[in-house]
């Protein structure tokens, strides 16, 4: 179900607002900007038995011998698990593993890090505005322009959106280049989330800002984003039509 918090700032989001934040002599304005997803969103952040065998080495032998990540959780990691609804009993499940390695806010909705749609932003502005006089540059971007999180959790965006499992065999990895199976949480195109944006309105405009966001929503987020190492199709976007 749509997060009603999450959906009501979509509907909500007009012009920015100008508010002054920590600052007499620098103003700053502040937007909420709705973004739905043209592809799917794939996200699976590591876990430390995925560096492989040396990860086992300094536990007692049985454990070593089985590999089963169940045996090694940590407290916080099983308690996630159990809140999300997940007995752990023997091995973990494609699903719980999948889980653990999402993003959750307090109250267990899914959500992406914040700083990987600033990432997004910075690869953007690189690639379309160049690096000209008077070009938008990356290091301009990250000085002036903050994507800000869930008021509950400032380092996460929320993300609503259909939510299943995706599994597969990976490319080969590690030092023996074994192959891997891939456990990724995967959100159906047509995801939504707000950004809150930031930024310094002597460095940047209104327009400037949405032109970042679309931009940044051709290079994407989450795992097989076209600004990866693989250059995948995955995690991309467009702003949301906020007209009545």
């Known amino acids: 179900q749509e997060s009603e918090t999450l959906m009501a700032r979509a509907a909500q989001a007009t012009a920015p607002t100008r508010v002054v934040v920590g600052s007499k002599t620098k103003q700053f304005d502040e ?8 592809a799917p969103l794939l996200i699976a952040h590591p876990m430390p038995w995925d560096i492989g065998g040396g990860f086992w080495e ?3 032998r049985e454990i070593a011998e089985r590999k089963n990540p169940a045996d090694v959780l940590s407290p916080i990691d099983r308690s996630l698990l159990q809140r999300l609804g997940f007995a752990v009993n023997g091995k973990l499940t494609a699903e719980m593993n999948a889980h653990l390695r999402g993003y959750w806010l307090p109250n267990l909705e899914p959500a992406f890090p914040a700083s990987g ?5 910075r690869t953007a502005v690189v690639q379309y505005k160049g690096k000209g006089k008077d070009a938008l540059t990356a290091k301009k971007v990250g000085g002036a322009m903050q994507i800000i999180g869930d008021d509950a959790d400032h380092s996460l965006v929320a993300i609503v959106g259909e939510k299943s499992i995706d599994v597969r065999m ?3 990895s590690g030092q023996t280049r074994s192959p891997r199976i891939i456990t990724r949480l995967k959100f159906a195109a047509g995801w939504k989330s ?4 930031r930024w310094l309105s002597e460095l940047l405009s209104a327009q400037d800002i949405l ?8 290079w994407g987020v989450g ?6 190492p693989h250059a995948g199709t995955n995690g991309t976007w467009r702003l949301a039509d906020t007209t009545p």
């Open 31 to 38: 937007a909420d900007i709705p973004i739905v997803g043209t």
């Open 58 to 60: 300094g536990y007692p």
């Open 117 to 121: 749609f600033m990432g997004a932003c």
């Open 170 to 172: 990976g490319p080969n």
């Open 194 to 197: 707000v950004l809150r944006v």
């Open 211 to 218: 032109q970042i966001v679309a931009w940044a929503g051709n």
């Open 223 to 228: 795992q097989g984003r076209p600004s990866s």
